[in-house]
């Protein structure tokens, strides 16, 4: 029967809805641990809960019935402790993992000082018994006393807790390898035989020689150390995280009604007022600038190194810094709603992503103590029966306690996602979760929207055509001054193109989908569509080829009439990114195949195509023709990768294997993506397909350790083979790997040479491109 958590008073039995909240979850020291919390919550009526051991977090779906405390009872019963997961601006000194590795080195360092000693003097005593002085027993017994009380205090308190609810961890074989160890020592050391060729079996098992003290000294301290670079290692994967944290604002100088200022802590601050920002802080919210101007370092939320210079109607977006100048900012999204927030959400969402590879290995870790400790006391038994040697027989069982290690399990993906979310953020790129890792690896098609995309998404003049008699500077200065007062996305191509200093504008007219007119500088100006602007008048012969040629190329065309005189005619269009060519031939020099699928007109699409270097097109599409040309890709055997930005590109960025958004389009966009590119530079696809598949690698070198790993050492240690105090060695060991490999993608380099998909390459160099 499912475990029922406590109802809150007033709710109905199946409540009235659902809830996501995340839990910090204490006391978990391997992936058993995980496993079991998530166990008992997954227990409970209407929960789905998984938790990830590497981050200590339990993300838990539940009805709103149960409220946090009720949750939290339930991870209690199972012996760990949980609170609700803060969303406040995280402490960047608030680091939870340094503290306990600053707690468990102190320990180390106290173990090992009595170690080195008491490994020599056991050895010698054990093995030359002449060497024995009066009270050698108590020397070896003062020297281990510290190391196995004190030092491994943290093991028992961990087991006994567990052992009150019923369960076993890591720590339970942890313990009984120590105490087993400790025991049979004093037993050997103080029992008190005549003639064992006298007497019965237990007197001769109680009269062996075997003194095992330095090997629990010994597994003492290896799982300190290894519990020590494990927690550092953890503070480190989480430091990007941490310090992305940082970069926010921790408080805001918000402006009054009579102009006065007042500093309030930022989760004060609400929508519509406005603040002050200074030279070298940081904007607390997203927000326009109401005035002032000021370059803004956009590095911390795009990785971009070149300032933005921002001005009155500007946007500006939380978490970036003001260089030079004042601004006042009115506050148009606050608090958990910024971009900044929304940015530190995809990294903690992505490190407590779960693989299926990682839900394998959490089922496994969740029955591993009980099976080793089954293995352990049958080891002891067949090797009694076998050969009646006792010393083996108890040496092999202490190495099969010790040596087994769930722990690299757990830490396997997490840890490695972890670290990858972490540098991904620092870089611009965002991992939404394992979808990304799962099919990064065998991408072999991508696929490009245009606008927006390999375009700026935003028009610019290309060129201009003037007849004689006027100048170029008169024509687009008239047509600036004019298109100045609309709001139509030609008219800003044009406006912003020249200052409007042709005069003030008067009679000013719009008329929808023709162009505008008015009078500047005491001239009747006409900006517009040609069959509009050219009613009526003879077009010069120079630009009716003109706009035959910019047409032909796919651009957009307005005439420029003065007097109902067609005197210019201006192109604009959507200008490629200047690193989108560089990608595509990047891209295909990987063996990737590109396509460019849009919904533009085919000659405007053919051109960009033709610019980036794009041979497949298809052009003039609808968003579900876009997914059928995703779905026949894959049908023919392709892995497509999909990097779009807007509305319309959000179901084929869900059909694609792999989808990617860039971060400055839409929200719906980036919902839908796996991998989320923040930077304007079209080169973060391939650092982020390299990321990714550099991250997949590291993965699966810690599986192929974690799992051989145990599978080769318990049988070795049971056969005998495999000296206790190795054993834990090589358990600490395992651990230690696992969690130094994952912090190798720490150092994975922006541009780093990417080997390319499965048919370019037998092999992707991804541990190079962390290595290096």
Known sequence: MNETAPKKAGTDEAGSGSRRIELEVSGMTCGACAARVERKLNKVDGVRASVNYATRVATVDAPIAYDDADLCAVVDKAGYSAQRRSTGPADPDDDPDLHAANSLFRRMVIALVLFIPLADLSIMFATVPATRITGWQWILTALAAPVVTYCAWPFYRVAAKN??????????????????????????????????????????????????????????VFVLAGRYFEARARSRAGGALRALAALGAKDVAVLLADGAEMRIPVGELKEGQRFVVRPGETIAADGLVASGESAIDMSAMTGESQPVDVADGDAVTSGTTAL??????????????????????????????????????????????????VIAVVTVVAWLIATGDVDRAVGAGLAVLVIACPCALGLATPTALMVASGRGAQLGIFLKGHQALDASREVDTVVFDKTGTLTNGALDIVSVAVT???????????????????????????????????????????????????????????????????????????????????????QTVVYVAMDDAVCGAIAVADTVKPSAAETVRELRRLGMRTLLVTGDNAAAA????????????????????????????????????MVGDGINDAPALVTADLGLAIGRGTDVAIA??????????????????GLARATRQTIRTNMVWAFGYNVAAIPIAAAGLLNPLIAGAAMAFSSFFVVSNSLRLRRFAAGHEWTGNEHASTEPASTEAVSS
């Not at 910024?338 to 990294?347: E, K, N, Q, S």
């Not at 298809?618 to 997914?627: C, I, N, Q, T």
């Open 163 to 220: 052992l009150k609810v019923g369960a076993l961890s890591m720590e339970t074989l942890i313990s009984i390898g120590i105490i087993a160890a400790t025991a049979w020592s004093l037993i050997s050391m103080f029992a008190v035989t005549a003639d064992t060729a006298d007497v019965g079996v237990w007197e001769a098992i109680i009269g062996s020689d075997s003194i095992y003290l330095e090997v629990a000294a010994g597994v003492t």
């Open 606 to 641: 053919q051109k960009v195509a033709d610019e980036v270097g794009i041979d497949e097109v298809l052009a003039e599409v609808l968003p579900d023709e876009k997914v059928a040309r995703i779905e026949r890709l894959r049908e023919e055997g392709r892995v497509v990768a």
């Open 468 to 554: 004689a008699g006027h100048s170029h500077d008169n024509v687009v200065g008239a047509a600036a001054t004019l298109e100045a007062a609309s709001e139509h996305a030609v008219a800003k191509a044009i406006a912003a193109a020249a200052d409007p200093d042709a005069g003030d504008v008067t009679d000013f007219v719009a008329e929808p989908g023709r162009g505008v007119r008015g009078v500047v500088g005491g001239r009747h100006v006409q900006v517009g569509s040609p069959r509009w602007v050219a009613r009526g008048a003879t077009v010069p012969t120079d630009l009716a080829r003109a706009r035959r040629d910019a047409e032909s190329a796919g």
């Open 672 to 689: 839908a993506a796996d991998i989320i590119l923040v930077r304007h530079d079209l080169r973060s696809v391939v650092e982020a397909l």
């Open 324 to 373: 030079n100048g004042r601004l006042v900012v009115e506050a148009a999204r606050v608090g958990d709603d910024t971009a900044f927030a929304a940015m530190l959400r995809l990294v903690e969402q992505a490190q407590s992503a779960k693989a299926d590879i990682q839900r394998l290995a959490d089922r496994i870790a969740g029955v591993f103590v009980p099976i080793v400790i």
